[in-house]
DNA sequence: TCGTTTGGTTTCGCACTGCGGAATTAAATT
DNA sequence: AATTTAATTCCGCAGTGCGAAACCAAACGA
C-alpha cells in the first residue's frame, strides 16, 4: 500500500533535504581536501543553486569550514566529532582489543576489526607490530569488500537475502570487471562454508596475505569482520589454512562469548517481530 | 536586508531540514551507545514524528543501525566515514606530525594538535611516549576551551569579534560556573599576549600541566592549536614558562612556515572581498 | 580593451515536502 | 483488564525547498 511507485516517488516519511546534504558532506572523499561548489555539484548531480544552500546551511552548523583563498570548502571539525561519536559507540572496537592483540602477538600478522559502508569495508581498529604490512591502514580506512579476506568474510556472514542485495549493488558498480570477482568471492564462499574463514592471498595486493573471519551479534546489528594480515612471503597459504584461519575463527568465537552469544540463525524471530508490523517491519523494507 | 526576524526566521538559504537531521546525529555522545526516538526527542527537541522520519532516512542511508533488540539506534559505519574524511582532509595533522615527534622527545611531553568544535577543542592528531599522562586522549576527544591551553591558546588566536561571539557562547552555555573561568581565561590572555603561549596547570585537570600555541594560516581556515603536556610533577611552572612553551612556540612558527607562511592578519583583504558582495559575504554573516 | 569562460549567487513562483497535533497501535508493567 | 511507555500512522495545510533562468564577478586570453 506503499509499494506501488517506480523510483523513490512517495516514500513519505523519506527526507529528501537531508539526505541531499548528507551527499553533500559524503562528496568529499579523504583524498581530495578542498571542494568548490562547482564540484560538489558534479559529483552529486545536484542543480547549483541547490548545493549553494546546502553548503550555506552545513558552513552554518560548522561541517564545513569555507576556505577563502580558494574559494572552496573543507571538512570541518564537527564533521569529525560525529566520526569519533560513532567509533567510541562501537562495542566490539573496544572489546576485541585485547583479543586482538593476543592473536598478532601469536602469529606475527596485523588483526583489525571492521564493517561495512556502502560498497568498502572500513576498519574500525586494528592491532599491528611495528614491522607488518607495507599498505598502512588506519582506522577508517576502507578495502574493497570482493578481493580482501575480511570483506569476503563479512559478505558470507550475511543473510542470503542481504547478501543477495549486496552483490547486486557490487555488480552494478564494477561494471565490466565484476566478473572476475564475482568469481573470487564464490570460490571464498566454499572456503567459508568449509573452514569457517576467508581467505585473500595476493587477490588484493599482490604481497598481503591474509585471512577474514565474521562475527555475528544478537543484538541485530550488521555482522562485523576481523581480519589477520601480513606480507605474503610471511604467511603461505599453507598456513593460512592450518593455522592463522583457526586461530582467528578461534579468536572471533571468544569475542562471540564474550559479547553474549552469537546471534541465532532462524528467521523465526525476526518474522515473528516482522509480523507484527509495526516500527521493525518498516525498518527491514527501508533498509533494502 | 536578509535580517530582520527576531529567531532564526526568513533565511531563506537554510535548510532546516538538513539542520535537524545532524541534530539527531549528533544527538549520539561518545558514551551513550544507544539512543530511542524518545530520548532524541528529548534532547533534540524536536516533536516525535519528525524524529520518526528522520531516523527513518537516516537508518535508510546507513548513518544509523537499528538494534531491534533494544528497539534503539546506534551510530553507524558511514558517520565515521564522514569523521575519517574529515581527518584525512586535514593538512596540519600530517604535516605537523614530525615537528610533534620531535618535541615529544625533547621534552617528554605528550605533544597535540586541535581545533575547536562548538563548545570544546577536539584533538586531531597527538604524539606521546609511553608514559606521559594520566589521562589517555586520543584522536577525537573533545577537552574544554576555557581551562585547558591548548583552548586558551586557540581562543586568544581568534580575531576580537569571533572571540567575544565565542566567548558570550561559553558564558551561556557555563552559566554560574563561568566567572571562575573567565578569569583564568584573562589571565591566560596576558601569558599569551607576554610569552605567545598559553599555560594551564593544574586548572584542567589537577595534576596535568600545559602549554598551548596557536596556529594560524593564511587560508582564511579557523585557526588550531597545539599543547604540549605532562604529569604537573614533571612539568613545573617554572619549566612550562622558560622551556617548554618557548619551544612549542618555536616548534609553531616552524610549521607555520612550513604550510606556506602565517595568516595575515590585517582586517582589510577580508574587507575587501567583503565589500564586494558575493558569496564570502554571506558566508561571514552566516557563521558568526 | 573587450569577449569568453568559469564558478557562484539571486530571484521568484509554485509544487509538493516536511510538519506536527492527534489518533492509533504494541509491548511492557501493574 | 487497566495503565504506562514508546513508537508509528494519519492527514490537511503552511511554507520550505526547489531549480530554471537571469545575473554577477573574477580570471583568462587574444
Redesign the interface.
Known amino acids: 500500500m506503499k509499494r506501488p511507485a517506480k523510483k523513490v516517488a512517495t516514500d513519505r ?10 551527499d553533500v ?2 562528496a ?7 571542494l568548490g561548489n562547482q564540484e560538489i555539484a558534479a559529483r552529486t548531480k545536484l542543480p547549483k543553486p541547490t548545493i ?3 553548503t ?8 564545513l ?7 572552496k570548502y ?16 562501537l ?1 566490539v572496537r573496544h572489546l576485541s582489543e585485547p583479543y586482538r592483540e593476543e592473536v598478532m602477538r601469536a602469529t606475527g600478522g596485523a588483526v583489525a576489526v571492521g ?4 560498497h568498502s569495508m ?1 576498519y ?1 581498529g586494528q592491532s599491528r607490530n611495528g614491522l607488518t604490512l607495507g599498505v598502512q591502514l588506519d ?4 578495502i574493497p569488500i570482493a578481493t580482501t579476506a575480511m570483506g569476503r568474510a563479512y559478505l558470507w556472514a550475511l543473510g542470503s537475502d542481504e547478501r543477495a542485495a549486496l552483490l547486486r549493488e557490487l555488480r552494478e558498480h564494477y561494471g565490466s570487471r565484476w566478473p572476475k570477482l564475482r568469481d573470487g568471492i564464490e570460490r571464498s564462499g566454499e572456503t567459508v562454508a568449509r573452514h569457517g574463514f576467508a581467505i585473500s592471498a595476493g587477490e588484493w595486493h599482490d604481497d598481503v596475505a591474509a585471512v577474514g573471519v565474521a562475527l555475528k551479534l ?5 555482522p562485523y569482520a576481523f581480519n589477520c594480515g601480513a606480507p605474503a612471503f610471511r604467511f603461505t597459504e599453507d598456513r593460512l589454512l592450518s593455522d592463522i584461519g583457526p586461530r582467528l575463527v578461534a579468536m572471533v568465537r571468544n569475542i562471540e562469548a564474550a559479547l553474549g552469544g552469537a546471534a541465532p540463525q532462524s528467521k523465526k524471530q ?1 518474522n515473528k ?1 516482522l509480523g507484527s508490523g509495526g ?2 517491519a ?2 527491514v523494507e ?2 533494502r
Open positions: 516519511s523519506f527526507v529528501v533535504a537531508l539526505s541531499r546534504g548528507l558532506l559524503r568529499f572523499q579523504p583524498n581530495d581536501g578542498l549553494s544552500r546546502l550555506y546551511t552545513l558552513t552554518k552548523l560548522g561541517y569550514t569555507p576556505v577563502p583563498r580558494f574559494e573543507q571538512l570541518a571539525p564537527s564533521a569529525m566529532a560525529l566520526g569519533y561519536a560513532a567509533l567510541a559507540n562495542g564493517g561495512r559502508d556502502r572500513i574500525f582506522v577508517g580506512s576502507r544478537n543484538d541485530g546489528t550488521g525476526e517481530k516500527k521493525v518498516r525498518m527501508g533498509i
